[in-house]
């Protein structure tokens, strides 16, 4: 894999470390205001400052996904950003991989918000930019289905459209069971529904029809 990166995708893990980087500079106070947290009525947290209001706002579709919550969390996120991102982009365009990006994260926080709200009613913040990440993951196996993948922790090659289906039933089983507390696991499938919505509506095979094709 060419060390090289193309633009978005080297911009999008600059911008990424460098919030986190922040995050480690500033605190709570970015989580606090720029996390995904549940809509509903604001509620108030006490912080050195004062009591503050906390709750959704809009601007957290989108900021929530450019924060970590620590090192691990960055790491394997860039790792896949890295891996993934430039194929990726070099084949839809850098215009159309950030829109793909961008509709990744957004319908994977919708997702959050939904599962939070309708499900567990909690209140608690979603960050990371794992939704796009597995975005990415969709698209490249849809794109690349014959290329060879293998997880970490079970080094056996798989065909990539084996792979991503098999994980995406697995972050499936997980968030209806509840497993692995803490993993914002639809927010995973939600990055993976938006990714292919938008995949189906450039290869034209929805009722909306594309301006023009942009794929096969």
């Not at 790491?75 to 990744?104: D, H, K, Q, S, T």
């Not at 209140?123 to 060879?148: C, D, V």
């Not at 189906?200 to 096969?216: F, H, N, S, T």
Request: hydrophobic residues 55%; aromatic residues 16%; charged residues 10%.
């Amino acid at each position: 894999m060419p060390f090289q990166l193309p633009p978005v995708t080297r911009n999008l893990l600059i911008a990424n470390i460098a919030v986190y980087l922040l995050q480690l500079l500033l605190g709570d106070v970015l989580v606090m205001h720029f996390a995904l947290w549940p809509w509903g009525p604001d509620r108030f947290l006490p912080t050195p400052e004062g009591m503050v209001a906390i709750g959704f706002r809009p601007w957290q579709l989108v900021t929530y996904a450019f924060m970590h919550g620590g090192l691990e969390h960055i790491a394997f996120n860039m790792l896949a950003l890295y891996m993934f991102g430039g194929p990726i982009e070099r084949l839809f365009g850098g215009r159309e991989f950030l829109l793909y990006y961008f509709v990744c994260l957004i319908v994977a926080a919708v997702a959050q918000l939904m599962v939070v709200q309708w499900f567990t009613h909690g209140f608690y913040p979603t960050l990371g930019a794992s939704g796009a990440i597995f975005g990415l993951l969709l698209a490249f196996g849809i794109m690349y289905p014959h290329e060879k993948m293998m997880l970490i922790f079970l080094p056996v090659p798989m065909p990539a459209w084996l792979f991503v289906s098999g994980y995406a039933v697995i972050e499936l089983v997980l968030g209806v069971t509840g497993t692995q507390a803490g993993v914002a696991h639809f927010a995973h499938l939600g990055g993976m529904l938006g990714g292919y919505v938008l995949i189906e509506y450039w290869r034209g095979r929805l009722p909306i029809k594309p301006k023009r094709r942009l794929m096969r």
